[in-house]
């Protein structure tokens, strides 16, 4: 079974903090996706990652970005954490190029205070 | 854009009987998947309608598509308490996924 593992399923960080959220897969798949989510408005696609040091923004990528040093590994940084990013966040992956089953992880309960 | 929009937003149900929510998307696709989140946890995914299909079935889940309303169904029949959960479509025609903000599922034992 494909595994997406995001390193922390609840976190408390202080305004002003730089916060990394790691997420893993292990199926050598090409593409990888973070995303937030909030109470009525759905999963919002931050940042994706078709490609090993390859990115794209998304529909929100203002206060974020990302690092795909590995194949396997996508990070999410929050160079300077604000209470508005206050969320839930999810990694997924999926094997590319286009049109397959995503998989997620169990995401990211990240509270900024 | 590709996202999806759900509707509708909620459903309550009871046991035993048959769920049907609906998608609708603006651009071209490839295909359209069907996914479930339990509340806060990551989405699973259900299913996938490629744009040349009609209708696909997987146990008691049936997805039909219509592409020339731009349009998709998912049914689940014989619902039960454990498929209460959030339902998102997610129309593709590229690399980027764009869910809606799904329908919220409450099946009633």
């Known amino acids: 079974d494909v595994k997406v593992t995001q390193s922390s399923r609840y976190l408390v960080k202080r305004t002003g903090e730089k916060v990394f959220l790691e997420c893993v897969q292990d199926m050598d798949h090409e593409n990888m996706f973070w995303y937030r989510q909030d109470p009525g408005l759905g999963l919002r696609l931050i940042y994706f990652?078709?490609?090993?040091?390859?990115?794209e923004k998304g529909d929100i990528p203002e206060g974020y970005s990302v690092s795909r040093e590995k194949k396997e590994r996508f990070s999410l940084i929050l160079e300077s954490a604000s209470t508005n990013q206050t969320s839930m966040y999810l990694c997924?992956?999926?094997?590319?190029?286009?049109?397959?089953?995503?998989?997620f992880g169990e995401g990211s309960w990240l509270t900024v205070v | 854009s590709q996202q999806g929009e759900e509707d509708p937003q909620a459903l309550s149900i009871q046991e035993g009987e048959n769920a049907t929510m609906n998608c609708s998307y603006k651009?071209?696709?490839?295909?359209l998947q069907w996914y479930r989140q339990n509340s806060g946890r990551g989405l699973v995914h259900l299913i996938l309608i490629r744009s040349n299909e009609r209708e696909k079935h997987s146990g008691r889940l049936r997805v039909t598509l219509d592409t020339s309303k731009k349009s998709s169904s998912l049914l689940i029949t014989a619902s039960r308490a454990a498929d209460t959960a959030s339902y998102f479509c997610?129309?593709?025609?590229?690399?980027?996924?764009?869910f809606g903000t799904g329908t919220r599922l409450k099946v009633l034992a």
């Open positions: 997610a129309p593709s025609g590229t690399y980027k996924y764009i």
């Open positions: 990652s078709y490609d090993v040091k390859m990115k």
């Open positions: 997924a992956s999926d094997p590319g190029p286009t049109g397959n089953t995503i998989y």
């Open positions: 651009t071209s696709i490839n295909n």
